[in-house]
Structure formats: structure tokens, C-alpha cells
């Protein structure tokens, strides 16, 4: 199968860096596939998952936003954090999305109820990433 | 004649300061160590983002980004972020920025004030100033986390219109002996902010932007804000670890020097009760041979 090379950067580490033979992230219009020879694109990501097929065998990530850089043999990923699920705390994210809950329910204005909203995405797709060690596909 | 128990005492004491102030700069030493390399990986994340978004800008014209981050600068309030320490022990490090910001926000008239670090809200509440926001924390331990409420923060008020202009007063890590107070604009970004970046014209073939353009413009700026703030707080706390370095090796130095002297003084003075003590005895059999 034909590989590219990965590359996942955060503003603290190099997350990942790679051979790959597929991707697939979240963007605002649905899930995104990126094989070898993908045409020239950037897309904005969405909080969500990033699954990698590597040398046969997918994993999953949680990635937070950020956006992608593809060229026809090379995919850079931009983000802000990035966890294996073995890296995710599931107990703060238990209580990050209790917590994110409760503000809905007692949000005063439109703008807290979005702040909100976009902690809930982080902790739901924290603890679905730690929760599904095999991506389902 | 000195108390040698006195000065024993005192002895005892500068070599227990000194202890503290050589663990502290240890301990300084190692932290500003941390965030240098933080430092580094995060100029990679930065460089990597300011060609894309120079990628995007380069290739439209002023009317066809119409974004909130760029070029604006109509009459609103200034925003300072003022960055200082939480704690002291820190040598000229917290004074130096903090005089900076007042004499920037002087020439601002009234702006909004925003202050991470105790010391700097300590100091601003002492010149009648109150912080219109203020957090600490970040100097013992600057995070992704922190740096993305900030920018959060600031780009909500930024996009509500309540500011128009955002600057960082902060201490920029120049070396370990070198420290500067520097006033920074975050937003709006402007174009020429870009003219910088070096820009090698990676996509020869034409660029699908998803879902289009404008959003992922949108969506970048305020993940390079948030990068920006990272770095300012990484900055600012090597500074902080480096000058409180220099401070506690000094401290160190002089407590090295006390000792030395107090241990000599200790010695002097022991040698002449010694030496009294013994023209005490022979006075005295002196005194009992002759009777």
C-alpha cells in the first residue's frame, strides 16, 4: 500500500511523525479520508478523532482543533493537543463534562452557552477516544 | 569584646539562608531549562502556522478576507495583558515589566487592564489601578491550557468589539543573563506582521480550503493567538526562572562571603578568650609563687 508522511504538531510536542497509509479526521462537513496523492488542501478540523492506519493497523487519537496541510505526499496537522487514549485522563474528563453540562442548563447569554458547548465537544470526544480503543471501522 | 554565642548564632543562620537560596537556584535553573524547550517546540508549531496563514493572505486581496483579526484598528479601547511573577525573589524582574506597562498604559489614557502573575496585581491595586481581569499560576507552571483560556478570553472581547487593539507587556528571554521588558500587539494581526515569514511557494497546484477559505482563516487566527500566548507565558517564565537564578546565585555568592567573614570573627574572637584566659591563669600562679 502506498505511504505518505505524517506529521502532527502541537505547540508542545511533536506528536507524531511518520509513514502512513491512511488518515481519517473530523472536519466541519463530516468525516474526511486522506489517502496518498490527495490533491493539495487545507481543511479546519473539528474536536473530535484522528485514526492512522500505520503499517496495517489503525489508531485513534483525540485531537482538539486545529487544521490540516495536505500535499500530494505529505500531511501536516496543526492542533492543540493531541492524546493517545492511554495519554487521556478519563476522570477529568468525566468532570469536565459534568461540569460543561451544568453551565448549559445555567448559561446566562448565547456566548456562554457556546464556550460551553465547546468544552462538552472536548470531553465527549476525550472519553469516546479513551473508551474505543479500536476504531470503528 | 563580641558574644560568641552571638555570633555563632548569627553563623548559623546566613549558612541556613544560604542552603535555601542555593536550592532555589537549583531549582530555578532547572525550570527555566523547561520552558526554553517548550520554547523551541512551540516556534516549530508557530513557524509552520504563520506560512500557511502568509499562504492564504498573500493570495487574497483586502476586500476578499473579510475577517475580524485583520487590518481593524478603529477607535476602541487598548487591552494590556500585563505578565509578571506570583512570586518575589525574582531581582529587577517583576519591577522592570510592570514600569513598562504603566508608561504604555499613561499613553493609552484609559485602558482595559488585564494582569496574570500576583505581583503584577499587587503593584497595579498599589497605584489605584484595578485589574479589569486577573489570574495566577502561570509563572509555577505555564500550560497549553492556560494559555488557551487566555486567548479565548481575548479574542471573545476582541470579536465583541469591547477592545480594538490587544497588546502583551511581557519579559522576553533574550539569553540567561539577558531579559528584556517588551510591549507585544496581538491583535489585529496585520499583514505586514508577515512580511517576515519565509514563504516558499509549496503548492504549485491549486488549494481546496475546507470547507472554504474564509473559514479555515477563521478558524486559524485565534489558534495563532493562543500560540502567541504560549510562547509570552513560556517566555516569561524562563525569564522569571533567569532572573531569579542570577538572584539566588548572587544571594549565594554574599552568604558565601559572610560565612567566610563570620567564621574568621568567630575564630579571632575564640583566640583571644583563649588568649586571656591562659594571662588569667598565669597572672594567677604567678601571683601564688610569689606568696
Known amino acids: ?137 | 569584646m563580641e558574644n560568641i554565642s552571638e555570633l555563632k548564632q548569627h553563623l548559623h543562620a546566613v549558612e541556613q539562608t544560604r542552603q535555601i537560596s542555593n536550592a532555589m537556584y537549583l531549582l530555578s535553573t532547572s525550570r527555566m531549562k523547561k520552558s526554553m524547550r517548550n520554547i523551541e517546540y512551540n516556534l516549530t508549531y508557530m513557524r509552520r502556522l504563520r506560512a500557511t496563514m502568509k499562504d492564504i493572505i498573500s493570495k487574497t486581496k483586502r476586500s476578499m478576507l473579510s475577517n475580524p483579526y485583520i487590518e481593524l484598528t478603529e477607535g476602541g479601547k487598548a487591552l494590556f495583558f500585563v505578565i509578571t511573577s506570583d512570586k518575589g525573589l525574582c531581582g529587577g524582574y517583576n519591577s522592570a515589566v510592570f514600569n513598562l506597562a504603566m508608561e504604555k498604559i499613561r499613553q493609552y489614557g484609559e485602558p482595559v487592564v488585564y494582569s496574570l502573575g500576583l505581583k503584577g496585581t499587587e503593584m497595579f491595586l498599589s497605584r489605584g489601578i484595578t485589574p479589569d481581569g486577573s489570574w495566577y499560576g502561570a509563572s509555577q507552571r505555564p500550560s497549553i491550557y492556560l494559555a488557551r483560556l487566555l486567548g479565548e478570553q481575548i479574542v471573545e472581547l476582541y470579536a465583541d468589539r469591547t477592545v480594538s487593539e490587544v497588546y502583551i507587556v511581557y519579559t522576553e528571554y533574550v539569553n540567561s543573563a539577558v531579559q528584556k521588558p517588551v510591549c507585544k500587539r496581538v491583535l489585529p494581526l496585520l499583514r505586514r506582521d508577515f512580511a517576515d515569514v519565509e514563504y516558499e511557494n509549496k503548492y504549485s497546484a491549486e488549494v481546496l480550503y475546507e470547507p472554504d477559505m474564509q473559514t479555515v482563516f477563521e478558524q486559524m487566527a485565534p489558534q495563532y493567538v493562543i500560540g502567541m500566548i504560549y510562547d509570552i507565558i513560556m517566555q516569561s517564565s524562563a525569564s522569571e526562572n533567569a532572573a531569579r537564578m542570577t538572584a539566588m546565585q548572587n544571594a549565594t555568592k554574599n552568604a558565601d562571603k559572610m560565612i567566610a567573614s563570620l567564621t574568621e570573627q568567630i575564630n579571632s574572637v575564640r583566640q583571644l578568650v583563649i588568649t586571656n584566659e591562659i594571662t588569667e591563669i598565669a597572672a594567677a600562679s604567678q601571683v601564688q609563687g610569689a606568696v
Not at chain 1, 34 to 55: D, P, R
Open chain 1, 1 to 137: 500500500m502506498d505511504e505518505f508522511l505524517l506529521e502532527i504538531i502541537t505547540p508542545e510536542k511533536q506528536f507524531f511523525k511518520g509513514m502512513v497509509q491512511q488518515i481519517t479526521c473530523q472536519t466541519s462537513d463530516g468525516e474526511l479520508g486522506i489517502l496518498k496523492g490527495h490533491q493539495t488542501m487545507v481543511a479546519a478540523l473539528e474536536i473530535g478523532q484522528i485514526s492512522i492506519k500505520a503499517e496495517g493497523e489503525w489508531k485513534t487519537a483525540f485531537i482538539s482543533v486545529g487544521f490540516m496541510e495536505v500535499r500530494r505526499d505529505e500531511v501536516v496537522i496543526f492542533t492543540q493537543t493531541c492524546e493517545w487514549p492511554e495519554e487521556i485522563d478519563a476522570a477529568r474528563a468525566e468532570e469536565a463534562k459534568k461540569r460543561a453540562l451544568d453551565h448549559i442548563k445555567h448559561a446566562q447569554n448565547i456566548k456562554e452557552h457556546r464556550k460551553n458547548e465547546i468544552s462538552l465537544a472536548r470531553a465527549m470526544a476525550r472519553l469516546k477516544v479513551k473508551n474505543s480503543r479500536k476504531p470503528n471501522m
